[in-house]
Nanobody, 121 residues
Framework: QVQLVESGGGLVQPGGSLRLSCAAS????????MNWYRQVPDKERELVAG????????RYADSVKGRFTISRDNGKNTVYLQMSRLEFEDTAVYYC??????????????WGQGTQVTVSS
């Protein structure tokens, strides 16, 4: 059974930092591209950052480039999102996503329950 459990969210002041973690179980972690998404009420979920299976490639939303860093530890089945210089607009529920690709083709994915990040003074 695929399970993704996010942690590390909370309340932080503008300019502050947080590190989100997503602990994975129930599947072969290193076979999956891992992503972080976020969502605010009444808006679509948006991709924040992604990292390929062996960490060769990463991608970021333009709004977080230079401030957020995604990383993974395949030995610990965990993906991280280091968030720095947080802004009010970063307030959202952050979701961990595990995406399986076979031959470069998307096959399926799974989601965590989300963790709230609130940036407020």
């Amino acid at each position: 059974q695929v399970q993704l459990v996010e942690s590390g969210g909370g309340l932080v002041q503008p300019g502050g930092s947080l590190r989100l973690s997503c602990a994975a179980s129930g599947f072969t972690f290193s076979d999956y591209t891992m992503n972080w998404y976020r969502q605010v009420p009444d808006k679509e979920r948006e991709l924040v950052a992604g990292i390929t299976r062996l960490s060769r490639d990463t991608r970021y939303a333009d709004s977080v480039k230079g401030r957020f860093t995604i990383s993974r530890d395949n030995g610990k089945n965990t993906v991280y999102l280091q968030m720095s210089r947080l802004e009010f607009e970063d307030t959202a529920v952050y979701y961990c996503n595990a995406a399986r690709y076979i031959g470069g083709t998307y096959v399926y994915d799974s989601w965590g329950q989300g963790t709230q990040v609130t940036v407020s003074s």
